[in-house]
Nanobody, 118 residues
Framework: QVQLVESGGGLVQPGGSMRLSCAAS????????LGWYRQAPGKQQRELIA????????NYTDSVKGRFTISRDSAKNTVYLQMNSLKPEDTAVYYC???????????WGQGTQVTVDS
């Protein structure tokens, strides 16, 4: 059973940067296509915003393209999200998990809150 622990969130000013990490237990994690999701205030659905395959191919939703970078360290069972040029609309709880296009993932972790505010 894969367990996920997200970290690195906090309060940042517009235009700032932040790096999120997601550490996972379980060797299967390294074989999954992974994604970062976010759930904005008042929204019920988590939005998939960035994905990375085991081979390192990445994809981004339009709203974060050019500002966010997803990466992974399979040896550490960790996936990262580098976020630059942050905007207030990036405020959300951020989660990592398997890219849902490839099948069911792990139980969701607690997420990490990112607040972009001056």
């Amino acid at each position: 059973q894969v367990q996920l622990v997200e970290s690195g969130g906090g309060l940042v000013q517009p235009g700032g940067s932040m790096r999120l990490s997601c550490a996972a237990s379980g060797s299967i994690f390294s074989r999954w296509a992974l994604g970062w999701y976010r759930q904005a205030p008042g929204k019920q659905q988590r939005e998939l915003i960035a994905t990375i395959t085991p081979g390192g191919v990445t994809n981004y939703t339009d709203s974060v393209k050019g500002r966010f970078t997803i990466s992974r360290d399979s040896a550490k069972n960790t996936v990262y999200l580098q976020m630059n040029s942050l905007k207030p609309e990036d405020t959300a709880v951020y989660y990592c998990n398997r890219d849902h296009h490839y099948g069911p993932g792990a139980l969701w972790g607690q997420g990490t809150q990112v607040t972009v505010d001056s």
